[in-house]
């Protein structure tokens, strides 16, 4: 069964300071995709990524990064330099055949506040 | 490109009333739409799966009579909920995808349901 944790349920940082979100996940499918999500408390939920698990290769968009271990399961994501725009629940998801329907599976998320 | 609306975005209504809320791709055509709810500080649960022009897909555990889920076309999917009671009461999401395991969802704003 598919399944995403993500252990850390809250994390407060300084501005500035870099913070890393985990994220491991659970399938028995060859092909599957991560997701990471970030909701904002106006409850939005605003997509950040979408990675294939064929492809390992780290990524890095502005201030974000992520990294893939097929061989730990993990899809971790780093923020650097953070600032208090920020500050808000991510989710990692994972979506793979499973039933057929390709669902997204959440993690429970993790809160971030970032102090000013 | 990929903005998904929902309307309305907070709505209150009185136990025993049905509640509409319409989800739609705006400059897309979405093939398969779902609806998630979230309890507060939770994760997304799906409820359902609708393929545009198909019954819905429901969850273990959902009340497809109470939860009545339609997509009609290729830009819009309503859910009712029927005879409301106050345990109802959450933040649904709704997200869009142009072809589901090919495609990233994309997430509506939510819409907050209040049942008095």
């Known amino acids: 069964a598919q399944k995403v944790t993500q252990a850390q349920t809250e994390i407060s940082v300084v501005e500035k300071e870099d913070v890393t979100l985990d994220c491991v996940y659970e399938t028995r499918d060859t092909t599957y995709y991560l997701f990471w999500y970030k909701q904002p408390p106006s409850g939005e939920l605003v997509f950040l990524i979408r990675?294939?698990?064929?492809?390992?290769q780290n990524e890095i968009s502005g201030r974000y990064s992520w990294n893939f271990q097929k061989s730990t399961s993990s899809f971790n994501f780093t923020i650097t330099a953070s600032q208090v725009v920020d500050s808000a629940v991510y989710f990692c998801a994972l979506e793979d055949s499973g039933a057929g329907s390709y669902q997204l599976t959440f993690g429970k998320g993790t809160k971030l506040s970032v102090i000013p | 490109g990929a903005v998904v609306s929902q309307h309305p975005s907070r709505v209150i209504c009185k136990s025993g009333t049905s509640v509409k809320i319409e989800c739609r791709s705006l400059?897309?055509?979405?093939?398969?739409m779902f609806w998630y709810r979230q309890f507060p500080k939770k994760s997304l649960m799906l409820m359902a799966t609708s393929n545009e022009g198909s019954k819905a897909t429901y969850e273990q555990g959902v009340e497809k009579d109470k939860f009545l889920i339609n997509h009609a076309s290729l830009t819009l999917s309503t859910l009712t909920v029927t005879s409301a009671h106050p345990e109802d009461s959450s933040f649904y999401i709704c997200?869009?995808?142009?072809?589901?395991?090919?495609?990233?969802?994309?997430f509506g704003p939510g819409t907050r349901l209040t049942v008095l």
């Open positions: 400059d897309f055509q979405a093939t398969t």
């Open positions: 997200s869009a995808s142009r072809l589901a395991g090919t495609d990233t969802q994309y």
């Open positions: 990675r294939n698990s064929f492809d390992e």
